[in-house]
């Protein structure tokens, strides 16, 4: 009996027994709450209604953010790029990920990364910075100087042991990636794994000292997103991250509480460099399945699509 069915014969058998879910205590609500959710959520739309649809399809904010919580929100806005090169995060999908957080009841929301090129022209081109005004001022950031990280040991790691990372984010209760589905000269790809690079200081690091696949496995299990929504409104299919190159229009946005299994879904769904690809065939994602931080094998997730 494959996942699917099982969860579909799992509620059957609650509801034939007349075990009412309000009549559960705490634990057993949550355990039941999480197991009654597809593994992915696949919208289909304009950037804003997909990305509160495919959260919605794997329960809506409130099962990631609960009243009170920090939070960081971390998207792809370190190109002074507009939203039609797909090497930022739309920043409608931004938008509407900080408006669900806080109807979610969040204590407080910051948007943070590290910039590559201008940081003031990053947030103003990408479009980001005006999307979380709209919302709330002061919240969006490119932090770039030291005085905002904190050098925080790796527990977990086989190469990279240690790192400055953000200090906000060494003090969230809730890391939510939102990177733009785009191409990557040294890792293959940059999705939600990748993007988390942009959280701490001193990058260069991963990419000359150590393997970069490694330390990119390294680094989610410090700082593994809570919550994945990947912007597929555009793929930056060749030429990233920082392009030019050539763009896709999918329209559609992916989420999921596993990290890993977004981006393997989202390798499998698009071309890239002109091919078709498998989640094994990149890198980092085999390296993160193999040391247990999600899953690559899709074909054994619950998916669920919509159209909005």
Known sequence: MDRRNFLKWQAAGLVCAGVAFNRLGPAARAIAAETAWPDLGVAKGAPAAAARAAVNLIGGMPRFVKPGQKVVIKPNMSFAMGPEQATNTHPEVVREVLIMCREAGAGSVRVLDHALQNPGLSLERSGILDACNSVQRGICHQLMDGQFYAEAAIPQAVAMRNNLFMKDVLEADVI??????????????????????????????????????????????????????????????????????????????????????????????????????????????????????????????????TTI
């Open 176 to 305: 939510i990636a939102v990177p733009v589905a785009k191409s990557h000269g040294g890792a293959g790809v940059s999705l939600a794994l990748k993007g988390q690079m942009g959280l701490i200081l001193d990058r260069w690091v991963m990419h000359s000292r150590y393997s970069l696949d490694a330390s990119i496995v390294d680094l989610n299990t410090k700082i593994k997103p809570h919550l994945a929504v990947i912007d597929a409104s555009r793929v930056l299919s060749t030429g990233g991250p920082g392009g030019p190159g050539k763009v896709l229009t999918p329209g559609e946005v992916i989420a999921s509480a596993d990290p890993v299994a977004a981006d393997a879904l989202t390798v499998a769904s698009y071309e890239w460099y002109g091919l078709k690809y498998e989640p094994r065939q990149v890198s980092y994602l085999r390296l993160a399945h193999e040391r247990g931080l999600g899953r690559m094998d899709i074909e054994n997730l619950a998916i669920q699509r």
